[in-house]
């Protein structure tokens, strides 16, 4: 129950973020999500495709340094403190987040969570055991 | 131009010999040398039998050209001790300077060798004007490289009061030069400058201090250069030309005319040849310079090739020394940089970057000279199959290549990690340095 997600190293520098969203765009390809990770020299930027597994290959024939990812998604109630929650259960079992990000769908009341973590298999457990709504690829 | 500095000859039964004179001596001393490598140095002997040359061939200056050159390679092919031509027990001091590959090129100095590297360095440190009232601050580092102890063996010799306060910790070495009242100073001419830009800012006034002059050198520098550091100092600035192979700072030293460094060439036989067909050029031509020590017992090294460009130039000077000078450094004939008074090699950076995972052999090295020190910065791509996800790795990447070079080296790098594919591929011979120092 894991959701897969592409990461591109990217320098930073004027024209990158347009050179792989074009590549990606002209294809037809469709971005679910898409965050960055700047850092005074360069940023990664994260996203989930509709089509993963053809957006890596496009970005890979074109020359970019990107990986896949897996990371865990969980749906909560779009209300305060929903996300609060998930973090404290991630917390109290001293399991460390790497990052995390989130987005609302406009069409549902629920919010997304996507997280990377450094004890992947222990935090899938605790979430079920929770009953915390876990995502997969298809329901992005 | 300052003019402070009252230049005297230290040595003038053999700075101002004829011509002639000059190479009768060196003529002595020089088959003294070929016989001595050819009978204890085995690389030599190879050399020599390979060219069907026998001590005897080399009769005076003339048959220089006659005997084979020698390279930092051979050196390093006999690491360690394999260029020795005297027993190990007779050598009193090691010094090595980086390699290519990591390993170090060897010099073994007899007591001989010092005495004769402590004499061209006093006559040396005559031109800029030390005496034995003098007061002579080396802020060259003291250790394997042959700045710091050159300058003080110089200085020891004239008897003058040497500081050794080797490199690093601009405040302390200014509070030292202005306190103790250092009439000389010696190091490169970059940290020269630099010094010279934080009197003001660590609240001093120049005016509180007792300077003249100096020696610097290590690392090529230019007449504007030496403008800069004359103003900021209030001293006369002469370049000061050594490499450890030969002997260390003194092979060379410019008088106060400014116009090019005297060769000590009673000691090391100077020429310029073509790099390409290595055929010796007439003075006055640019080409690779070239030594032959005569003097030296431990590692005397024959014609031994220094990569620097330059033109040398005979004739009687105006401060009355008649030995041959050389003009400043042009350039390489290879693609060593020197960075910040350390040599380094591409190749040494390549190596360096090699060992780190993660990244590609694709780099590229630009030197910049910012407030008048040398600053590296290397370029280098992600390896192609690496999958970037979290910031940390990144930067664990970029923090391991920095380790690598800086320990492989010994001079720090700016490290810029860079996507694959976007580092220029040139064809035919890679372009691996930018050098955008003036």
């Known amino acids: ?140 | 131009m300052p003019g402070k500095v009252k230049d005297y000859i230290y040595r003038p039964e053999y700075e101002c010999l004829s011509r002639s004179e000059m190479e009768a001596l060196q003529s002595e001393r020089l088959k003294k040398t070929v016989k001595l490598v050819y009978e204890n140095c085995k690389p030599y002997r190879e050399k020599m039998d390979a060219a069907k040359l026998k001590p005897a061939d080399i009769k005076s200056v003339a048959d220089l050209s006659k005997l084979p050159f020698t390279v930092k390679h051979d050196l390093r092919e006999a690491y360690p001790f394999g260029f020795y031509s005297a027993p190990q027990r007779d050598m009193v001091e090691i010094h090595a300077s980086s390699g290519t590959t990591g390993k170090l090129t060897v010099v073994g100095y007899t007591q001989n060798d010092i005495d004769v590297w402590a004499e061209v360095a006093a006559r040396g440190l005559a031109m800029t004007g030390v005496t034995k009232d003098s007061i002579v601050h080396v802020a060259y580092g003291y250790g394997l490289f042959t700045g710091g102890l050159g300058a003080h063996y110089g200085a020891q010799k004239i008897g003058a009061s040497t500081v050794p306060a080797s490199a690093g910790n601009t405040i302390r070495q200014l509070t030292l030069l202005r306190d103790f009242g250092a009439t000389h100073l010696c190091c490169t001419p970059s940290y020269a400058i630099y010094l010279g830009t934080e009197i003001q800012k660590a609240g001093m006034n120049i005016e509180d201090f007792s300077l003249v002059g100096g020696a610097f050198g290590a690392e090529p520098w230019t007449y504007q250069m030496r403008d800069e550091l004359e103003r900021l100092l209030h001293i006369d600035a002469l370049d000061i030309y050594g490499l450890s192979e030969i002997s260390g700072p003194g092979v060379a030293m410019e008088c106060m005319q400014k116009q090019g460094s005297h060769v000590q060439e009673d000691h090391f036989i100077p020429e310029v040849i073509d790099p390409v067909t290595l055929e010796p050029l007439p003075f006055g031509s640019e080409g690779e310079l070239v030594f032959t020590t005569i003097t030296k017992t431990g590692q005397p090294l024959i014609r031994y090739r220094t990569r620097d460009l330059c033109t040398l130039t005979a004739g009687k000077c105006a401060c009355g020394r008649t030995t041959v000078k050389m003009s400043k450094v042009k350039g390489r004939s290879d693609d060593m940089l020197i960075i910040r008074g350390v040599n380094v090699f591409p190749s040494q950076i390549e190596a360096a970057i090699m060992n780190v995972a993660g990244v590609s052999p694709h780099y590229m090295i630009y030197v910049d000279r910012i407030n008048n020190l040398d600053v590296m910065e290397i370029d280098i791509e992600l390896a192609g199959d690496l999958a970037p996800d979290k910031v940390s790795d990144i930067e664990s990447i970029k923090k391991k290549v920095e380790t690598e070079v800086n320990s492989y080296i010994g001079v720090s790098a700016k490290i810029k990690l860079c996507e694959s594919g976007s580092i220029r591929r040139s064809e035919g011979k890679a372009v691996r340095v930018i050098d955008r120092r003036e």
Request: proline fraction near 1%; hydrophobic fraction near 45%; charged fraction near 25%.
């Open chain 1, 1 to 140: 129950m894991l959701v897969k997600q592409l990461s591109v190293f990217m320098e930073n520098r004027p024209g990158r973020l347009y050179k792989l969203t074009h590549a990606l765009g002209k294809e037809g390809i469709d971005f679910v999500t898409l965050s960055i990770a700047d850092t005074k020299d360069f940023g990664i930027v994260r996203f989930i495709a509709r089509d993963n597994e053809r957006a890596y290959t496009i970005l890979k024939n074109e020359g970019f340094t990107v990986g896949i990812t897996e990371l865990i998604g969980v749906e909560v109630a779009d209300r305060p403190n929903a996300l609060a929650e998930v973090v404290q259960l991630m917390e109290e079992s001293s399991i460390n987040i790497e990052y995390l990000y989130s987005f609302v769908l406009t069409n549902h009341n629920t919010a997304k969570i996507l997280m990377r973590v450094n004890e992947t298999e222990r935090a899938l457990r605790l979430l079920e055991e929770k009953g915390i709504k876990l995502l997969s690829e298809k329901i992005l």
